[in-house]
């Protein structure tokens, strides 16, 4: 009997789907599930994950190709990882191998590195005319014999590869690749002792006349010198080798583990908790002591002290001696995040973002696996890391889209954090202020345990919010995008020395129509969303039963004529801002202005120094943040998220609007909101400015189960792409046609489509929409499988989206 695997290609190809058969040589023998193997495919060497292995009879040997080499010491994938895998392939139809990747920093594990060399028989045309530059680089490579481009680029600079190229093609030059593991791992040398304690007493006194030596042996006696050491204590190279010859040092080779984060500090105050605060962790750390699965809804008004729960419980965790995962949905939402369990937690915690250098990502896998690190904080990819011990995953701000993957795979972190933790045997967290209304449905049915923290910390009270109607303000001749009582807040609030935010919602600007006069939204007759305008066609289009509209001259509720396609950028309202107050200090912050997190991040530090008077910004001012100067928030226009034509723009619009308020009076002082918009008497925006949760949800849930939204019914959306409009809206009509064909005995299922994306045209291609709305996806999604539609290269199923168009 031979020993074979089942290999799965890394690969985002996606209709790579099958696993390949290898054979397994003897020196490797102890493969199993999980391992990482380098293997032959096609003409090429690829890197590949053992989903399985076998005893099949000896004759296959000659019919497979062997496994070529190994990756790691153990195996990547542990059981509890291989099944989320699946799980992950199951659920959002997606190869395995794409599941599985999501568990690789960098999603490959190795590089392939090419290395050049001299031909051997270069000496009969060596005499052959060249340039002065070629001589110097052949001369270079004899002395070299094998150099990578790397190597080449240093040393001969950008020119470097436009002369490997030429003294490629001249024979003179050969090139051959190797695979090697992606990681590169950093070692540093440390100086320890090669005595014992008691042997250098011995021979310290004969020292003393040798005052370097002396002084090198004396530190070693009480700790390991690094290079940054002896640098500092002056000694010389010579002193150490000659101690090193001697042996009565050594040179030991340690790998270091790179984080960025190492030197964020802060001071950790420890808090009296409040009973609702002391009740929430009772009950997690109840949950904790018997080592089983649960989940909780911890929802907690903004102010209320979440972070101080997260922070108790992971507390509890790490005294259990297990793992914990913080996942926040934004990475410069860290920061704050960051240093609160820096200060607790010290350097028991790693950090893990998209910026992470390759390598430091693998050292913080490597603490992780290892256990050296027990707090893993992160955005949605953290939901991935490799904790063998796991206790607890928390999703602050549970509600935020981000925690959707808006690329294949497209999972939903909240999701993979529940089955995870039901694997693992461990609890969840999901906190918010305004939870989603799908988990506070799932809460409600008893599948989480509601938590509730219903009031501010220290007596400090929500802010009072003013209610604008702009229809009114344009009755009074008011064309600015401020209204009166916004204009009267901040002129307050800057004279009081205190600090605004203003939000300004950009998103889903000028794809709707409304009536400037009385608020009217046009929406589909058909369908209670908004329509949206076509730019190209010149027509709104509803993108759930695709009807098409021309827009209308006259406001069909008013007749008045003030009808308009809806939007404001934030550089306009910051020059009426900058009129209305000429010395008042004002930055904006928004895609514009924040590159990278390091920006924000210095816009909010400075901000938070008291360097500016007014914040401006979309959605990103409105979140997380805790300044405790600010003490008015106004938010302009909030209500155009409704108009995306989306059954989650209220929930949407309920969520931005209480949290950006949420900004308001955090410290001492008490705070101020001004809410502007055109649809004052929509649910979500009377909800929200009484900053009441429960009467939203429950006007939000009948809205849904009406419609047959989620959490009453699951969607699949479904994008098909092509090069040329026709071809685009051809394929996704025979699709669409298939689908119902296939699903027209299950009477559950419904197919909306095929209608064009609201931005038809990404990147050169035309895109259509097709969703499938079921009860339940089970069969449609076997369908799907089976006719192999998922692995179409122009078609992407997104099964449970966080947005329909
Ligand atoms: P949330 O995340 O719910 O919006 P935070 O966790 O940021 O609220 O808490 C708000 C503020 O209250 C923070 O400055 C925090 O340090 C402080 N805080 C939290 N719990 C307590 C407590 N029990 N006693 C005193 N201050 C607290
Ligand atoms: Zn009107
Ligand atoms: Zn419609």
Redesign the pocket.
């Known amino acids: 009997m031979i020993k074979t695997a089942e290999v799965v290609i890394n690969s985002g190809i996606r209709n790579l789907t099958d696993a390949f058969t290898y054979f397994i040589p003897d020196q490797f023998s102890y493969l199993d599930t999980g391992w990482r193997v380098v293997v032959p495919f096609g003409s090429r060497q690829e890197e590949g994950f053992v989903v399985a292995v076998r005893s099949e009879p000896e004759g296959r040997k000659d019919e497979l190709k062997p496994i070529q080499d190994v990756l790691d010491d153990d195996p990547w994938f542990d059981d509890h990882m291989m099944q989320t895998a699946r799980w992950l392939s199951e659920r959002y139809l997606c190869t395995l191998a794409e599941a599985m990747r999501l568990f690789i920093p960098g999603k490959k594990g190795i590089r392939k590195e090419k290395f050049y060399y001299l031909n051997a028989n270069y000496a009969g045309i060596f005499n052959e005319t060249r340039t002065e530059n070629q001589a110097a680089v052949l001369e270079w490579f004899r002395r070299q014999k094998i150099v990578t481009m790397r190597q080449f680029q240093k040393e001969f600079g950008p020119e470097a590869r436009s002369l490997i190229e030429e003294l490629k093609q001249r024979k003179l030059v050969l090139c051959s690749s190797t695979v090697q593991t992606a990681r590169v791992n950093k070692y540093e040398s440390e100086l320890h002792l090669a005595l014992t304690g008691e042997q250098v007493t011995g021979i310290l006194p004969q020292m003393e006349r040798k005052p370097a030596q002396f002084r090198l042996i004396q530190a070693l006696l009480t700790r390991n010198l690094t290079d940054a050491d002896l640098k500092e204590m002056k000694v010389s190279r010579q002193t150490v080798k000659t101690l090193v010859d001697l042996e009565m040092i050594k040179i030991v080779r340690k790998q270091v583990m790179r984080d960025s984060y190492q030197n964020v500090a802060g001071k950790y105050q420890p808090?009296?908790?409040?009973p609702e605060?002391e009740n929430a962790v009772a009950a997690i750390a109840d949950a904790l002591s018997y080592s089983r699965f649960q989940s909780f809804l911890l929802h907690?008004i903004?102010?209320?002290?979440?972070?101080?729960v997260y922070i108790r419980a992971v507390a509890a965790v790490r005294q259990a001696g297990k793992q914990a995962i913080v996942l926040v949905p934004e990475i410069a939402l860290t920061s704050q995040l960051v240093q609160r369990f820096k200060a607790r937690f010290a350097n028991d915690v790693v950090v893990i973002h998209s910026k992470l250098s390759l390598n430091e990502r693998y050292d913080t896998w490597q603490r992780i696996r290892e256990e050296t690190a027990g707090v893993i904080i992160g955005a949605r990819s953290a939901v991935f890391a490799p904790a063998p011990n796991l206790g607890i995953i928390i999703l602050d701000e549970e509600h935020e889209f981000t925690y959707k993957q808006e690329e294949s795979p497209y999972y939903h972190t909240r999701d993979v954090a529940m089955t995870r933790a039901n694997l693992a045997q461990a609890a969840v967290v999901l906190g918010s202020?305004t939870p989603a209304v799908e988990t506070f449905y799932d809460a409600l049915a008893g599948r989480h345990v509601l938590l509730s923290?219903p009031s501010r910390?220290?007596g400090a009270v929500l802010p009072q919010v003013m209610l604008v109607d702009m229809r009114e303000e344009l009755k009074k001749g008011r064309r600015s995008v401020l209204s009166t009582q916004l204009e009267g807040l901040l002129r307050d609030t800057i004279q009081r020395g205190e600090q605004a935010i203003i939000l300004l919602n950009r998103r889903g600007h000028s794809t709707f129509v409304m009536c400037r006069e009385c608020g009217h939204v046009i929406t589909c007759r058909h369908c209670a969303v908004a329509l949206t305008y076509h730019y190209a066609a010149g027509m709104m289009r509803c993108h759930y039963c695709d009807a098409v509209e021309p827009v209308p001259t006259l406001c069909p509720a008013c007749r008045s004529r003030y009808i308009k396609f809806f939007g404001t950028g934030t550089q306009k309202v910051e020059q009426e801002l900058q009129q209305l107050f000429p010395d008042c200090r004002i930055v904006r912050m928004d895609q514009d202005t924040t590159h990278g997190k390091l920006a924000q991040d210095a816009i909010l530090s400075d901000f938070d120094a008291g360097r500016y008077d007014i914040l401006l910004g979309t959605q990103m001012v409105a979140k997380g943040h805790?300044l405790q100067n600010v003490t008015a928030v106004g938010i302009l226009s909030v209500d155009t998220i409704l108009n995306i034509p989306d059954f989650r723009g209220a929930e949407r619009t309920f969520a931005l609007i209480t949290q950006a308020a949420?900004r308001a009076g955090?410290g001492d002082k008490p705070g101020k909101v001004v809410v502007q918009a055109y649809n004052p008497e929509h649910y979500a925006v009377c909800a929200a400015a009484n900053q009441d949760y429960s009467s939203f949800y429950a006007a939000e849930i009948e809205f849904r189960q009406k419609l047959l939204y989620p959490p009453f019914c699951q969607l699949i959306k479904c994008t098909v792409a092509a090069g040329m409009e026709d071809t685009a809206r051809r394929k996704a009509e025979q699709l669409a046609a298939a689908l119902k064909s296939e699903l027209r005995p299950d009477a559950g299922t419904d197919i909306i489509g095929p209608f064009p994306a609201p931005v038809l045209k990404v990147k050169d291609r035309y895109r259509m929409i097709i969703l499938i709305k079921a009860g339940n996806l089970d069969t449609v999604k076997e369908i799907i499988r089976q006719k192999n539609w998922h692995t179409l290269s122009d078609t992407v199923f997104d099964v449970s989206p966080i947005s329909v168009v």
């Open positions: 808090v009296t908790l409040s605060q907690g903004t102010g209320s002290g979440k972070t101080e202020a923290l910390i220290a805790d949420g955090r």
